[in-house]
């Protein structure tokens, strides 16, 4: 049989440098098609701007016409009505009321980072409404996710009469249904995805809930909060409450919460979330905050803060009170205004974060061998779902974190405790979503609890469904998981050389910025670089340093590489040419500044198809 042969021409995407397996098995390929190409030389001419800048803005989908508003995101421009919520005007009617008559208000938060921001975000503004909130941050192990109804009477009995829950609150039908009965008032902010039936309350603000049209379910839990404010402040505006005494709040001061609780939820950076990010960088730069500025000075950040210092250094800390700690103590810190007991809060935070590292590398290191195993020599299998007894039940997010960046597929780490109950996380891929999977499990009786958004989810269960439970959850994302991970591709920026890698350079493409989930930094190449120096560094990371023909050299470090594909390419070829990926960033150490490449990924140039097995 003749095959069939098209006559009309097929415009197929050469891979960037000729590399179509990596050392991380990946086919690189330029973000630019010929039409973005077109659209990044015509940004370039309009708002005379460097070839790399608008190649990098072309490659984030934005139109011509925007370019001024990517470079320079505001607030007062992307900020909607906050009507637009539903519910929000009950919400915001609520909350004002409750500071017109000084009621005893009760706030419930998560107890990660976008919860602590949330709660303090909150608790700011009441205290500056002359309320005194009460807070409650649940026990990550004794209560669990949400609030429950021992903890609800509680605040029902030190004379509660409005609950207002931030970063939870959706699926909590029974313990919100006992507000109600004990005579409490609830609003509900939050921006998890809904069950199928949702808590009788006041207001539910939740721009995910199946009736809202306002496009914000992006937001975390933090910048719903702030859009709430904003409702409010318009509300007690139009009531004649503030006055010289008491002046309206100003809620772009405290944009440090709302950036720091966005980056470390992993909100995808776009629109609204982008302008709260970026401002919120600058007032963090100010250090004028004086828990957050203990908190940067307890983690040793030296230089201006960037997007990813969020999500790496100060995120962790503030969770490290949640996860292993007193849930409370980032809370704490984010309301402290003394200097000196902010100090002592952020070190208490800090030396829990260094006992978290170490809990955590033990359970990792257990569940990795445990996965392997499953997985065995085939690499079969959509979902690593591993579990053991000991494991601290505050670390298995991270772990599950670890485990689905090693084996590129999502995973579960699972904390059995000795009553035979289970409570884990899990951590998704994109194009996978795991929350929707963790509620269908709930619904058909397989867990005892579980929820999250399509990137992470909860989940508790009895031991003996273990082995259903991952059955169930390999079978039900199976089909989804082949696909995200048929496109296993490494998207490039531009190429430069190691002469052209400097602090400019860096500081032209972090004019793009702030970099995050939605917002990927740039991939940069250096091409046919010779690697003269490799050797590992702190806790399995490796520095590494290229140099090109003319003789330039470029430092580098490879994150977590040891004992990786990545890093057994870089260790192996010592002395020898490579293809190089990876972003650039600015290392600031004892006053002095270079440029650093933070490598993703090599390859052999010129050996037919680039490749390292």
């Given at each position: ?272 979330n982008r302008a709260f990010v970026a401002k919120g960088l600058i007032a963090l730069r100010r250090r004028d905050h004086v828990g957050h500025t203990a908190l940067m000075d307890v983690a040793r950040l030296s230089g201006p803060p960037e997007a990813w210092h ?59 061998a445990e996965a392997m195993a499953s997985l065995g020599l085939e690499d079969k299998g959509a979902v690593v779902v591993t579990a053991s007894e000991g494991w601290h039940p505050g670390v298995v997010g991270l772990v599950a974190s670890r485990l689905k960046e ?208």
């Open positions: 049989m003749t095959p069939f042969i098209s006559a009309l021409p097929v415009d197929t995407p050469q891979p960037f440098l000729g590399v179509t397996l990596s050392a991380t098995k990946k086919m690189w390929r330029d973000r630019l098609d010929a039409r973005g190409a077109a659209r990044a030389l015509a940004i370039a001419q309009r708002y005379q701007l460097p070839e790399m800048l608008a190649r990098v803005i072309a490659g984030r989908g934005i139109d011509i016409d925007a370019v001024e508003d990517f470079l320079d995101p505001t607030i007062r421009k992307l900020m909607p009505d906050p009507s637009t919520v539903t519910q929000m005007e009950v919400a915001a009617k609520r909350i004002a009321d409750a500071a017109a008559r000084g009621e005893k208000v009760a706030i419930f938060g998560d107890y990660d980072v976008d919860g602590a921001t949330s709660a303090a975000l909150l608790a700011w503004h009441l205290r500056h409404c002359g309320l005194d909130p009460l807070i409650h941050i649940p026990d990550r192990i004794f209560e669990g996710y949400g609030p429950n109804v021992e903890a609800v009477r509680a605040l029902a009995a030190k004379g509660a009469t409005l609950l207002i829950t931030v970063d939870c609150g959706t699926t909590s039908i029974e313990p919100l249904a006992e507000a109600k009965k004990l005579g409490m008032d609830v609003v509900v902010i939050d921006h998890h995805q809904t069950g199928d039936e949702l808590p009788v309350v006041d207001a539910l603000v939740n721009p995910n809930r199946p009736d809202d049209l306002s496009g914000l379910g992006h937001l975390a839990a933090v910048g719903l909060v702030f859009v709430t404010l904003v409702a409010v402040n318009r509300e007690l505006r139009g009531r004649n409450f503030w006055t010289n005494e008491m002046p309206e709040p100003d809620l772009l001061g405290v944009l440090h919460h709302v950036a720091l609780g966005t980056v470390a939820d992993v909100a995808p950076l776009l629109g609204l969020l999500g790496f250094m100060l995120g962790p800390r503030i969770n490290a009170g949640g996860r292993i700690g007193r849930a409370d103590l980032g809370v704490k810190l984010l309301l402290e205004g003394d200097v000196s007991e902010a100090a002592r809060i952020a070190a208490e935070l800090d030396r829990l974060n260094t006992e978290r590292r170490v809990i955590e590398q033990a359970a990792e290191a257990q569940a990795e090693k084996f590129a597929r999502p995973a579960f780490a699972i904390a059995l405790e000795p009553g035979g109950i289970g409570t884990g996380s899990g951590r998704s891929i994109p194009g996978v979503d795991l929350g929707k999977a963790v509620r269908q499990a709930v619904h058909d009786g397989l867990l005892l609890k579980g929820g999250g958004h399509a990137m992470a989810a909860g989940v508790t269960l009895r031991k003996e469904r273990l082995a259903e439970f991952r059955a169930y959850i390999d079978n039900a994302l199976a089909a989804d998981v082949a696909q995200a991970r048929h496109v296993n591709e490494l998207y490039i920026d531009g190429a430069v050389s190691a002469r052209g890698v400097t602090t400019e350079l860096v500081n032209t493409l972090n004019r793009a910025g702030p970099f995050g989930s939605g917002n990927p930094e740039p991939v940069i190449a250096l091409p046919s670089h010779e690697l003269v120096y490799a050797d590992e560094v702190g806790q399995a990371h490796l520095r590494v340093r290229f140099r090109s023909g003319d003789g330039a050299i470029v430092n580098g470090i490879a994150f977590r590489a040891l004992g990786q594909k990545l890093g057994d390419a870089l260790l192996a070829h010592r002395g020898q040419m490579l293809h190089v990926a990876g972003s650039l960033t600015v290392d600031r150490w004892q006053g002095a500044e270079r440029v650093q490449l933070r490598v993703a990924d090599v390859a052999v140039p010129d050996l037919g198809p680039a490749v390292i097995r």
